[in-house]
């Protein structure tokens, strides 16, 4: 049973630029969540993905934005990266109707801005 | 202030030691908590979830919620070198696939 799969594990990349990043949620899931966690810091929510809508999202500018797509996937885009967004890209998986399961983590994806 | 307080340590005990991590919080809404184990260099691991006050216990791991005092516990007996890593809380209001608010982490080091 796969668990939660993040693609790339690292990436670096210069201010301005924009990323992707990607994920597969844990067999059987259907909502993903993304969070960023700096060094030093637990993770800070994002936004969350549920029938490939927009359902929470936490205190993040617009330059954040995301997708999830059929198969239950998915991206994270970061556009005009800054130095400050050098961190830990966490996605998590859930099932939506399922109370008592909480959410579980992939290793994320470590970008570092130059 | 931060919604939820967690002192982040470093925590270092010798093996078989018995190891008490906490966190405070200041929403009275959170309903779910939820303990995690993070190595360097991975995603969390979820050690122990709970809902609402009471305790539960997971071989060595025991989770405590007051909710009167907005105070959790995780506790760990005989605390192994394997269990070197960051412990982090974390939080939800109505359900638990809801966003989760986490503390900052506790860094944990059990030596031989």
């Known amino acids: 049973d796969a668990g939660v799969t993040q693609s790339p594990t690292h990436l670096i990349k210069t201010r301005g630029q924009q990323v992707t990043l990607r994920c597969s949620p844990k067999s059987g899931h259907d909502t993903v969540s993304w969070y960023q966690q700096a060094l030093g810091q637990g993770p800070q929510f994002i936004f969350q993905?549920?029938?490939?809508?927009?359902?929470q999202r936490g205190n993040f500018p617009d330059r954040f934005s995301g997708h999830q797509f059929p198969n239950y996937s998915s991206e994270l885009n970061v556009n005009a990266l800054l130095l400050g967004d050098s961190a830990l890209y966490l996605c998590?998986?859930?099932?939506?109707?399922?109370?008592?399961?909480?959410?579980?983590f992939g290793d994320g994806t470590r970008l570092s801005i130059l | 202030q931060k919604e939820v307080e967690q002192d982040p340590g470093p925590l270092s005990v010798p093996e078989g030691a018995i190891v008490s991590l906490n966190c405070t919080y200041s929403?009275?809404?959170?309903?779910?908590f939820m303990w995690y184990r993070q190595y360097s260099r991975k995603g969390p691991e979820l050690l122990m979830y709970t809902y609402s006050s009471g305790n539960k216990e997971d071989g060595r791991f025991t989770a405590q919620v007051d909710k009167s005092s907005k105070y959790i516990s995780l506790f760990i007996r005989d605390s192994q070198p394997s269990d070197s890593a960051t412990y982090l809380c974390a939080m939800s209001e109505v359900r638990n696939t809801d966003k989760l608010i986490f503390g900052t982490g506790t860094r944990l080091q059990v030596f031989p």
């Open positions: 993905y549920y029938e490939e809508e927009e359902r």
């Open positions: 998590a998986s859930s099932l939506q109707r399922q109370l008592n399961q909480p959410q579980h």
């Open positions: 929403n009275s809404a959170f309903q779910y």
